[in-house]
Every structure is written in C-alpha cells, then in structure tokens.
C-alpha cells in the first residue's frame, strides 16, 4: 500500500489530538505549528497566551476515550471537578447550582499541560514527525502542496506534499484563508461587544480560597467575573465585560475601585495591590466567533476545531467540539471503510474516491452542528451574567432537574445535553425547542385546571351547578 500522506497545520489542542488519530488509522503525520516546543522548559510561558484553564466535559473526554481509554484516565488525574456553579452576591453570600442532578460535572483543565500531554502522545506514535516554529504560508489545495516558514531559518521555505492538509490552526486560521480564496465557501465573523482580561487568586494558608469543586461567577447584569480551579490550589479569574465599560475604566485608569463596587468578596482575597497590578500587565482579549460551511475542500482539506467554528467561551465547549470534530471524522472514515469491506481501521487504505465521500458527509453533517453550538455558546453568555439570578430562569431549572428525575430519557435540561452528552448539537437545539414547547403547555394546563378547579369548588360551596365547568376543564385537558 503507497504511503498516505496527512499534513497538519497547527499543534495546539485540537491538531495534537488529530495527529494520533491520523497516526492510529495507519497514515503518515507532519505536524506544522508555528510556536517553538512547548514542552521545553525555555519554551514553556509560551503557552500561556490564552486562557490559562478550560472546562473539559463529555464531548471532549469521549473522543479522549475513543483513541485510547488509558489517555482519557490519565486526563481525569489531572483535572479538578466542578460539581455546579456558585453564585456570588454582592454582599458575599454564595449558593451553589448543581449542574445535574445526578451529579454528572465538568473538569477544570490546565491548557498547557493537555497541549504538553497530546504533543506527547502523538510523538509516541510511529510515523508521527513535528515540526515547531513552522508557520504556514499557502497551499496549493489541488496539488496536494503546503508551503510553511522555517521560522527557525530565517523564514526560509519549505514544500511538503500531502494527500490531504488539515488546518488546525486555530480562529485566524490561514488554511481557512486559502479554501475561502477558491470561492465555494460560506464564511462569517463576529466580534462581540465584550472583552475580557484574566487574574489569578492566590492560595489561603495554603488551600483554595474558595471551593475548588465549582465553577465561580459573579454575575452583574451586563458584565460577570468567573474563577476556575487549578491544581496549584490558584484559581484563574476571568473578568468579561463591554468594551464601554472597559474603555470607560481608562487605559492606565485603576481598576480597584470596580472590583470594590462590584466584586468586593472577589477583591478581598485577590488583593487589591495584585488586581491593580494584573489589570495593567495582562492583555484584554476580545470574542469573536466564526461560522463557515462547508469545512471541507474535496478530498483534499479539512478544517478542523476553531479553524471551522470558533465561538465564544460562554458554554466550555470550543475545545470539547474540537475534540469532537475529530472523532466524528475519525467514526466517518472508519465507517466508510467498513462498508468498503474493510474491517482493520486503517483509513489511509481509503481510496481517493471514498475520501471524498468522507470528507463530503463529515462535512454536511458537521457543519450544520458546529453552527448549532456556537449559537448556544452566545446565548449562554446572557445565562451566565444575567439570568442564574432570575427567579423564573431558576423556577424552570428546578422543575427541568424535577422532571428530568423521574423521565431521565425524555426530558433533558439543555446544559446536561451540551455538556454531558454526545447528542448532535443541533439536535440538542430541536429537543430542547420541543421541551420549551411542551413545558410551556403543560403549565398552562396546570394553571388552567387549577383555576378550574378553585371555581367548582367554590361553586359547590355556594350550592350552583357546575357541569358546564367540568367540560371545559375537559376541553383544557384535550388541547394540551
Ligand atoms: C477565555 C477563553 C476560555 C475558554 N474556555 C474554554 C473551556 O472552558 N472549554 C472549552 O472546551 N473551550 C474553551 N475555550 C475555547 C478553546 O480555547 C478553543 O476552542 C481551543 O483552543 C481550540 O483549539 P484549536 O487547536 O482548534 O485552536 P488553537 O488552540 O487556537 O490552536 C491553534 C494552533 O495553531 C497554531 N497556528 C496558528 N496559525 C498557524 C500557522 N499559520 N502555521 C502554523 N501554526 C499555526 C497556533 O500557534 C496554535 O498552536 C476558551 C477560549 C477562550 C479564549
Ligand atoms: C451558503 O448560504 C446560502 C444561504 O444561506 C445557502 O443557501 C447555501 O446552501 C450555503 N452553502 C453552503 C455550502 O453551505
Ligand atoms: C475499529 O475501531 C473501533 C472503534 O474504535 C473498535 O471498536 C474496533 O475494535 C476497531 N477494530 C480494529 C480491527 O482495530
């Protein structure tokens, strides 16, 4: 069988977790990403150019899992577990809100040490070559050519061929670049309103200063402050805010007073000299979120993770539909092969024809998930700094947790679809538009057959006749 060739663009979480795969199923991997080697320790701050923690729940452990249970077990060591969300009221008191009633929950994660990880693992695998400080340029799609950077030579340029080229080069991907210039792909991006810049809270007598197994918000109405927990008993805090807001604060203006007015318990244990001090050396990141369609070139690109649907990070789910991505792919491919005759895995045997068929189905069936979740991830937005202290939001979650209790398969509250689930994003949008739906009539019933109820009541009691009442309670009942 001739070598099959996979040249991936980008090594942060998403392209590290594709070469494994690309490698498990028999292909030959070269691994481009632009930065030195993170693994380095000269090298290591590097990888702190984003946010310093993420959440990783079931999409993202399942395709974990699925290339190789003994990984996923050795990601569930190093995460800390957030059982719920904590509340932070102005005046310091804190209520907690599980995320499931039956205590499923999601993973605070170190960015650096899953990238170090998945680097390592996929350098494990034969016929897997990375190459750092590799910056890719352009690519002929067609003829199967990438050109990349030598950054490490003075940007002299190097040629690869490929059989197929998978950018993973992340929400400014340049692969993305090079399939939108052929002219055959739906493409848009947003930038929201708001920014956000990150803090650290420093242990207390050497433990958490707040309960690590949640994940914190102070929610404000417009803008909110989360933390997450870090093996390192520090929590990372994430302020998200309008750009007004931050504008308004000044550029070298001083951010203590804010966090005094709105965050005082936050501001406390933070330091009011540290939050000074962070504010003005830490970088404020904006949100912008991408949908493209399709994701794919013929047989001969992919986009893969944020390169194909970058969102914002109100649901934890970048990087669990990252991983996701890769495993949908990956059960495509295979599936496609199976049904070719094949049953050894080895998706470098498919033939162009097939890859193309792959590429294609991956492409019309993702697309349309990826655009699903980055719609919920921007509304979520609006749930974290707003409503978790709206009392009909929370009158509805209970009746949901309720509900979904006794009728586990049936009703499903839309955060345990997302996080704990594999149900296809946008499939998780139509069930949970179906529940609204069913919820809302229900309560109606409930409320008309309540007051129906009251009034024949109080008729008996008043001795008047109350058959017509009792059809019409009836007539309430058949219409929901
Ligand atoms: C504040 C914040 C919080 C978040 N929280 C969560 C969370 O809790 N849970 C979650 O699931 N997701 C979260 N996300 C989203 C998550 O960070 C992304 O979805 C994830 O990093 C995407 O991975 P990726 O590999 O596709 O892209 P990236 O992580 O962006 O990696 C792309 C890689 O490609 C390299 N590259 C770029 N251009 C080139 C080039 N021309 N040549 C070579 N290499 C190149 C880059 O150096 C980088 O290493 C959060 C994001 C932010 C900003
Ligand atoms: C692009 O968008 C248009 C309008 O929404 C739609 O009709 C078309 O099918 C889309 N094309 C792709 C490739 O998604
Ligand atoms: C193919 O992959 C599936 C899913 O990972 C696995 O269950 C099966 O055992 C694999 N078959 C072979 C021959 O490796």
Known sequence: ????????????????????????????????????????????????????????????????????????????????????????????????????????????????????????????????????????????????????????????????????????????????????????????????????????????????????????????????????????RTFTCTLFMPWTQFHALGADGDIVPFFRAHFPDALRLMGEDKVRAEYAAHPKGSLMYVKCSPHTYTNRAVLLGDAAHAMVPFYGQGMNCGFEDVESLDRIMTRILREAGKADNRTAALTGEQLRRALDEYSATRSVDTSAIVDLALENYVEMRAKVVDYAYLARKHLEGLLHRLFPRQVIPLYTMVSFTSIPYAQVIRKWNRQTLWLHRSIKTTAIAAAVGGAMLLMRLLGWPVQPLRSLARMAAGQA
């Not at 030195?36 to 701050?45: A, G, K, L, M, T």
């Not at 940007?155 to 052929?182: H, N």
């Open 1 to 232: 069988m001739p070598e099959r060739r996979v040249v991936i663009v980008g090594g942060g979480l998403v392209g590290s977790l594709a070469a494994c795969y690309f490698a498990k199923r028999g292909w030959a991997v070269d691994l481009f990403e632009k930065r030195p080697d993170i693994r380095r320790p000269e090298h290591s701050s590097l990888a702190e150019h984003r946010s310093i923690n993420l959440a990783i729940s079931e999409r993202g452990l399942s395709a974990l899992r699925r290339l190789d249970p003994a990984l996923e077990a050795r990601v569930k060591e190093l995460v800390i577990p957030m059982h719920g969300r904590m509340i932070h009221a102005l005046n310091g008191q804190q209520s907690s809100q599980r995320y499931d009633v039956f205590g499923k929950h999601i993973n605070s994660v170190g960015r650096a040490t899953l990238i170090r990880l998945l680097l390592d693992e996929a350098a494990g695998y034969p016929g897997v070559t990375l190459h750092f400080c590799h910056e890719f340029l352009h690519a002929d799609f067609d003829a199967g050519q990438a050109v990349f950077g030598d950054l490490a030579r003075a940007g002299e340029r190097v040629a690869v061929d490929a059989d197929l080229i998978v950018g993973a080069d992340g929400a400014f991907s340049r692969v993305r670049q090079r399939m939108l210039s052929k002219g055959t792909m739906n493409y848009s991006q947003t930038y929201i309103e708001h920014g956000y810049c990150e803090f650290s809270m420093a242990p207390r007598h050497g433990d958490f200063a707040l309960d690590p197994n949640h994940l914190h918000i102070w929610p404000r109405g417009t803008f909110m402050l989360i933390a997450l927990p870090n093996p390192d």
